[in-house]
């Protein structure tokens, strides 16, 4: 418990384009920005005028009802939909015309609210796929068995391992990922998504299905993983002990668009966030 | 050894083949008094070790990449027709002699022009998803079945005349339009056909135990997630697909340089689907399943001869049957159930 | 000019015939989203049926086109409850795979009960043919029937699904199979509906193709099937006017292919428009677009 930093450690700094970082990421550039995101589906929108700076390190977390559109904003950054309007910045860098592929490299990894694990691979190849594009040798050095593959997957299969342990998953490397218990597979979705190298790391529902006792374990191990690894963490979360007790900055949607954005306890405190999820308090 | 899992299996998958083909070569040349190979089984061994690649390229693209492709023999006639116009030509232009050479020249050959297919056909296929996909490939085999019925080719000294819809070629034709090749030199051997299976299983096992075999079965098990973590669906997709029809290519030049005449019909819509039939019967995936399950199915004919009016039939009814017994929740089921017994009966067997 | 007339009046013929049976995996593609390949071979019974009828029982064309029908409906059935409806939550792999064994089975029982050899289908249209342009341009009755049959069937499918309660049940569980159930739609009765209705379709089709083209053996139906399934990818597979669109499209590009393209390229010219439409609008000229859930 001791070790969890609460929010409360962190100061909150207000930037320019109204959003608020940690004092401590006030000098680095934001690994995210987005401006003015917007999609609409046959004349829906289910995401309007999105904004959003997220910190070098910072843990931000998106809330909102069910259906506010929160999934939809992940894959709008992850490029699995091309936003209408607006534009998406990683690490200063414009994604416009992006694929996922590309929006992976750039420094974007997600996990996914319906768990989607390579299910007929093992833990640890599952590892592999996210070190994917870390590792270097081609088709033909892989079946030709040469130099290059032996180092390489040695290699890989070290930092797998190492990066397994962050979970004490390590024993499971040779399990089918298919064959684990639900929390085994969200822990895995995180670690395969780490082993991609990003500088953002997106969790969709991270806590979904898990007892407090593992809920307070991820949270503890979600700041562990930005402290070692130094990237944001954006989440988004129903279970708001997770929520309230790590992330830094919150950012509440509700219809598509944001409704309030702060630290926890401004959230806790806003009105108009109380309604989103209350309804309207009839008049005393 | 943290591979050796799999490291055993593919040992087992080499050894299988390598016990089998000495048997075989102890059979066809007596060495073993009484322990020989009757004549029409000793025909069969070539289109064998053709099925047998067949088999386990097309398990590539359906097991491992997870894409259903209903064209493969179209691969297998491209190989066919280049293998046989590269070999002739090589006796004509170079009065190359040597049958081995030759051999794996025309099977180079036909690896790659079916590696070519390969990538024309994919690059538009591979877009497409599921049962599209499949319809596709079986068009695009249809499609080059109609082209190889209007194709000619002949020799006029060591130069080669092609014709579209044109008999009238200068020399010799050696390949005739829906006539097909004929007077084919007959240079594939058994032998051969078995360094073709041992190459296939070394290209095929060792690219899935790979970075790339990684990727492309990351793609069949989850392709949002796969391209999520970076992974270029259409290259890899692409890779599983060329890959497989460069074996169908190779494995067609073995095929074609076996029989004296060879028409395009022989690559019909119907080969492509017994290929799939020892895929489907071996198990979507299994490598090994597929060797035996192509062994086996090429022998059966033989063997009942009786009943080759009902083996189609028999094929038909097995590959529903199969189909249901491993997907139908409700016989699933009933598969778990007895399965468990089996092993701990197995277990109690070894204890005592 | 009249040459060219005449290729188009036979494309539209072999066109109305694809439409027909492109009906049948359209509904069943929409309904059950499977691609069954069976459904070749059931109009290859279609036609053994109706030809045994007429030849060997002694029944009149239109009874042994009745026959036919009951038959193909039955046997559609039949298909769906054994083969298919096991594999509903199955993978598409599998099901396809399966029905590409039921596309054998059919074939090859077939080959067992009737033999190998093509047999002469005597058609079984009494309409005298149609003679124009002073005997220059002639439709035969078959094609004015078959044209005439498309057009009723089209009609009546049409009112169908829109107008009455099966029609609507129908379209419900091909939107979405789980809500239907829970609105008490009977899922499984509304596929094995569709199977019938498509089968009996089949069957119509079969007769129609065998009274033009009257070579009739166990593969009879499998060429046709796999057109008449690009006619339906080509229209947009799942709306009955895209069959209608697909299948006309494709019977005036294979003829007028045929006629001045060339004879032996023919199929593959058919199966390159396939390629270039799906490339182009991956749904068919007048499929939905759908949205993958991430």
């Known amino acids: 418990m001791t070790q969890i930093k609460r929010k409360s450690d962190t100061k909150m700094v207000p930037v320019p384009s109204m959003a608020i970082v940690p004092e401590r990421d006030i000098d680095k550039a934001p690994v995210l920005e987005a401006r003015h995101l917007g999609i609409e589906f046959g004349g829906l929108k289910a995401v309007d005028d999105f904004n959003i700076i997220i910190g ?31 534009t998406v910045l990683i690490n200063g860098k414009d994604t416009h015309g992006m694929n996922t592929v590309q929006a992976n490299k750039a420094g974007i990894a997600r996990t996914f609210q319906n768990i989607r694990l ?46 397994l342990s962050i979970f004490d998953m390590q024993d499971m490397a040779d399990v089918k990922a298919g064959s684990l218990p639900y929390g085994a597979q969200r822990r895995l979705e995180i670690v395969r998504a780490l082993a991609t190298n990003p500088s953002l790391l997106l969790l969709d529902e991270p806590a979904a299905g898990m007892n407090p006792h593992e809920t307070e374990e991820l949270m503890e191990n979600i700041i562990k993983i930005r402290d070692k690894f130094q990237i944001a963490v954006l989440l988004i979360e129903h279970d708001m002990n997770l929520v309230m007790g790590i992330c830094e900055g919150i950012c509440v949607l509700n219809y598509g668009r944001i409704i309030a954005k702060g630290t926890a ?20 | 050894m943290k591979m050796s899992k799999k490291f055993r299996s593919n040992l087992l998958t080499y050894g299988l083949v390598i016990v089998a083909f000495i048997l075989c070569q102890l059979a066809v040349e007596k060495v073993i008094p009484g322990f020989k190979m009757s004549r029409s089984l000793k025909g069969q061994l070539v289109p064998i070790c053709v099925y047998i690649v067949m088999a386990v390229s097309l398990n590539l693209t359906v097991g491992i990449s997870g894409e259903l492709s209903l064209g493969h023999a179209g691969f297998m006639s491209v190989g066919a027709f280049s293998g046989i116009v590269m070999s002739a030509w090589l006796v004509n232009a170079f009065q190359l002699e040597n049958e081995t050479i030759r051999l794996i020249l025309a099977m180079v050959t036909g690896g790659v022009f079916a590696g070519v297919a390969g990538v024309l056909i994919g690059i538009p296929v591979l877009r497409l998803r599921g049962d599209y996909l499949a319809i596709v490939t079986l068009a695009f085999g249809e499609i080059i079945r109609n082209v190889m019925n209007c194709l000619y080719f002949s020799l006029d000294g060591p130069t080669l005349h092609v014709g579209f819809n044109n008999p009238n070629l200068p020399g010799k034709l050696v390949v005739n339009g829906p006539t097909g090749a004929t007077g084919v030199d007959t240079i594939s051997t058994f032998v051969m056909g078995f360094v073709l299976i041992l190459f296939t299983l070394f290209v095929v096992l060792n690219l899935i135990n790979s970075r790339s075999g990684r990727a492309i079965m990351a793609i069949r ?9 970076g992974i270029n669906v259409t290259k890899y997709k692409m890779m599983a697909f060329v890959t497989s029809a460069v074996l169908a290519g190779m494995a067609g030049a073995l095929y074609g340089l076996n029989y004296s005449t060879v028409t395009a019909t022989k690559f019909r819509f119907d080969t492509s689907i017994l290929v799939l039939v020892f895929v489907v019967l071996g198990g979507i995936g299994n490598i090994r399943g597929s060797i035996i399950a192509a062994t086996v199915l090429t022998i059966l004919p033989e063997v009942l001869r009786a009943f080759s009016d009902y083996r189609m039939l028999v094929y038909a009814i097995v590959l529903i049957v199969v189909m249901l017994a491993t997907n139908s929740p409700l016989l699933t089921g009933l598969v778990e159930r007895i399965r468990p017994k089996k092993k701990t009966a197995a277990k109690e067997g070894e204890a005592q | 000019m009249i040459s060219f007339l005449s290729h188009l009046v036979n494309g539209i013929s072999l066109g109305s015939v694809y439409a027909i049976i492109a009906l049948g ?7 059950a989203k499977m691609l069954n390949f069976a459904h070749g071979d059931v ?93 220059q341009l002639l439709i035969s009755g078959e094609t004015i029937l078959t044209v005439l049959a498309n057009i009723v069937i089209m009609i009546a499918l049409t009112l169908f699904t829109g107008k009455t309660k099966m029609g609507r049940a129908m379209r419900a569980v091909s939107e979405d199979k789980g809500a239907a159930e829970l609105m008490g739609i009977n899922v499984n009765g509304t596929i094995s509906l569709t ?48 069959a209608l669109i697909g299948g006309l499209l494709l019977g005036i590009i294979e003829i007028l292919g045929k006629a001045y393209v060339s004879t032996e390229l023919g199929d593959a010219f058919v199966f390159a428009v396939l390629i270039v439409v799906l490339l182009v609008k991956p749904t068919g000229l007048l499929g939905k677009k759908v949205h993958e859930k991430v």
């Open chain 3, 195 to 242: 199977f019938a209705i498509g089968s009996a379709l089949a069957a119509v089709a079969g007769v129609l193709l065998c009274s033009a083209y009257p070579a009739l053996m166990p593969t009879t139906g499998s060429m046709p099937g796999i057109k008449a399934f690009t006619a339906a990818v080509f229209g947009g597979i799942g709306s009955i006017p895209g």
């Open chain 3, 25 to 31: 995996y359209s509904m069943v593609y929409g309904i």
């Open chain 1, 56 to 86: 070098k390190t910072e843990i931000a977390g998106l809330i909102g009802p069910n259906g506010a559109g929160k999934t939809t904003v992940f894959n709008l950054l992850t490029k699995v939909y091309q936003p209408t309007t607006g």
């Open chain 1, 265 to 284: 306890e401004e959230i806790q405190q806003n009105p108009v966030v109380i309604e989103a999820y209350l309804g309207k308090q009839k008049e005393a």
């Open chain 1, 118 to 163: 390579f299910n007929n691979m093992t833990v640890e190849e599952n590892v592999r796929i996210g070190l994917h594009n870390q590792v270097k040798y081609g088709m033909f050095s892989g079946i030709f068995r040469a130099p290059a593959y032996w180092k390489q997957e040695k290699k890989q299969h070290e930092q797998a391992l190492d990066l």
């Open chain 3, 43 to 135: 109009i290859m019974v279609g036609a053994y049926i109706s030809f045994c009828a007429t030849q060997y029982w002694g029944m009149s064309p239109l009874m042994s086109v009745l026959v036919a029908m009951l038959v193909c409906t039955v046997l559609g059935v039949i298909i769906e409850r054994l083969a298919y409806k096991p594999l509903r939550q199955a993978s598409s792999l599998a099901v396809l795979i399966t029905a590409i064994g039921m596309s054998y089975f059919l074939q090859n029982s077939a080959q067992l009960i009737w033999g190998a050899n093509t047999k002469s289908f005597p058609s079984v249209v009494e309409i005298p043919t149609l003679s124009l342009f002073e005997g």
């Open chain 2, 221 to 229: 098990d989850n392709r949002i997630a796969a391209e999520s973590m």
